[in-house]
């Protein structure tokens, strides 16, 4: 260390160094006074210089060049650093010790080694710990509290329990007053952690809730099952006390628990699900170094495909919508998180054929992702010609486009509102299907289309709805109490979709394993639980079946043969290629016209037609799953 270098080292660094050197001499004298017990002989006094100047020699070298020990503040002293100051002494007693087998300390008593070892490491970390419990205690005592903290009880008396608790404790900001734990491991109750006792199982939360009165519960068990979440819930919604929980340990990424991952419990934590695993290295070798474009890349899906694409690495990515707002907004949220990837944005509608072509010839995407839709199924029934337009004419407008300008894969996102189609929208999403064969049939492009059912929280979808009945007092409407529907998570959902553009061949029509079907009553009931509020506070009412909407949905028909992929949440549905090309194309060509009508009864005439002469191309086989 030079003089000027010398010159700019802090006066609390000095101050550190000093008391650290004085403290290891210490050690070492403390040392010989053990081993004398406290009587030293006068003899011995010039062995204890030699050997505290050899040491100082080696620890100066480990601590200031090897280990850089004079950089650590002591006030955020953790067990990392404890590693390294352990090393660092154990280090130097090896080195001394070696060094005094070469070149012995005559009377050297070689105990002296193995207590001063002790010793040192015993008042080097102490002046640490007292500092940071200092540092520490003075934060807490600085610190002026106006609210007075929230008492909460912590579900779960595992590892990430006490690693939230030792989080409270060490930070005055989250104000959490913990007043106990709850765990169902008998071994564990009437135990402590931290000073905070185990009061008892989980299924005594209510009563600990109104002795102790808890304010807020938190659940710190990743790996906590649907079933335990919606019993908690249901126990917090009776007593008006919030629930927040750690996320599923799939989401904990890096492996690490924190207050900041502590979140609100989620509709999708309440539903039995199996956990979905990716191949993200296939997806990446399709999509990185691409021009990928999504059409409806404002919407739940499409922005939802867009986050995951980018983080792929596509060469370029596109963004085709109609909603300027919603386009700003991902267009914003991706540049603030992939600084380096081009992005592009255009709005259109892809009804326009002659802007959907003059993007095309512009940028020459590799790979398209076809989001773009109407979906509400009660509207689409009060116009069907919009519906005919947009997802009909629309997709016909962007395969073109792709088999023009040389696209590799087309991926069409479809819905189980297409199978048996009993209304305007799945009949129109069911024709797109039938066009990813007639297209495949003439084109090199590789079209996919991927079907799958209801996704919890999109734009629009049954929680929204919910959520806004819910602001006003309610009542919760339900159509039918025995209708039910497939769900999936967005990001699951999207994630699927990636695979299934990896897996797909030309032409494939893929379903994906949604689960079991879910009532909608008993969502709606989670839902009321979820907010807060007890079954008794909110009405569910029963409305009766709108217009086109079904009891059940079905992911396939029964006509249609299913096999497994390579992957299991992913299915493909096979079908002969001996559809009537000619018959579609003519088909097609009278939907335009007679849409242009916008007469309801003749255009879901000739959409039933279109679909009878689909079914035609069925293999004549025994459902395989």
């Not at 050297?108 to 205690?137: G, K, M, N």
Request: charged share 25%.
């Amino acid at each position: 260390m030079n003089v000027d270098k010398f010159s700019r080292v802090p006066f609390s660094t000095l101050i550190r160094v000093i008391i650290d050197y004085s403290l290891f001499v210490f050690a070492i004298f403390f040392s010989f006074l053990i081993r004398f017990e406290f009587a030293l002989p006068p003899n011995y006094w010039n062995i204890l210089l030699q050997a505290i100047f050899r040491e100082l020699a080696i620890f100066f070298f480990l601590y200031t060049f090897l280990f850089k020990l004079h950089r650590t503040l002591w006030e955020y002293f953790s067990l990392e650093a404890l590693k390294e100051l352990t090393l660092a002494v154990t280090l130097e007693k090896v080195i001394f010790f070696l060094s005094h087998l070469l070149l012995p300390i005559s009377g050297l008593p070689r105990s002296i080694v193995v207590i001063s070892y002790f010793t040192s490491l015993l008042f080097l970390f102490s002046v640490r710990a007292f500092s940071r419990w200092y540092h520490e205690s003075s934060k807490i005592k600085s610190k002026k509290i106006y609210i007075s903290p929230k008492r909460v009880v912590i579900v779960g008396a595992g590892d990430a329990g006490e690693k939230i608790l030792r989080e409270i404790k060490t930070n005055r900001e989250i104000n959490y007053d913990v007043v106990g734990f709850l765990d169902d491991d008998p071994k564990k109750i009437g135990k402590t952690i931290h000073g905070v006792k185990i009061l008892g199982p989980i299924s005594s939360l209510p009563t600990v809730v109104v002795e102790k009165r808890v304010q807020e519960i938190l659940v710190a068990i990743p790996s906590a099952s649907p079933s335990l979440l919606r019993n908690i819930v249901s126990m917090a919604s009776k007593l008006r006390v919030p629930v927040k929980t750690l996320p599923g340990i799939w989401e904990l990424i890096d492996g690490k628990v924190t207050i900041s991952k502590i979140r609100n419990v989620k509709i999708e934590d309440l539903l039995e699900r199996d956990v979905i695993n990716l191949d993200s290295e296939r997806i990446g070798e399709y999509l990185r170094g691409k021009k990928v474009l999504v059409t409806g890349a404002g919407g739940s899906i499409g922005s939802e495909i867009c986050r995951q694409v980018a983080s792929y690495k596509p060469r370029k990515l596109i963004l085709l919508g109609r909603g300027e707002n919603s386009i700003f907004n991902i267009e914003l949220e991706l540049k603030s998180i992939y600084p380096k990837l081009d992005i592009k944005s255009y709005i259109a509608d892809i009804r326009d054929r002659d802007r959907v072509f003059y993007i095309f010839s512009v940028e020459k995407p590799d790979i398209v992702f076809h989001a773009a839709a109407h979906k509400h199924v009660p509207l689409m029934e009060e116009n069907p010609d919009e519906a005919v337009f947009n997802n009909v004419f629309g997709t016909i407008n962007l395969m073109d486009a792709s088999k023009e300008y040389g696209v590799s894969k087309f991926i069409f996102i479809s819905t189980d509102k297409a199978v048996y189609p009993s209304n305007i929208m799945g009949a129109t999403k069911r024709v797109g299907e039938i066009l990813i064969k007639y297209y495949n049939s003439h084109s090199k492009t590789e079209y996919i289309a991927v079907r799958f059912g209801n996704v919890l929280g999109s734009r629009g979808s049954v929680l929204e709805v919910f959520r806004k009945q819910l602001e006003k007092g309610g009542p919760i409407t339900v159509t039918h109490e025995d209708m039910e529907r497939y769900f999936m998570t967005i990001p699951e959902a999207v994630g699927l979709v990636l695979q299934a553009g990896a897996i797909g061949r030309s032409g494939d029509l893929f379903v994906l394993d949604m689960g079991k079907p879910i009532k909608i009553i008993d969502l709606a009931r989670n839902f009321i639980e979820l907010s807060g509020y007890s079954l008794d506070d909110i009405e569910i009412k029963i409305t009766g079946l709108r217009p086109g909407e079904k009891l059940k949905e079905d992911l396939w028909e029964k006509e249609e043969v299913v096999e497994r992929t390579e992957h299991p949440k992913i299915l493909r549905i096979l079908a002969d290629n001996n559809i009537d090309y000619y018959s579609i194309g003519e088909k097609i060509k009278e939907l335009e016209l007679i849409a242009r009508t916008r007469d309801k009864e003749k255009i879901w005439k000739v959409l039933k037609e279109i679909v009878e002469l689909s079914r035609k191309s069925y293999k004549s086989k025994e459902e395989v799953v």
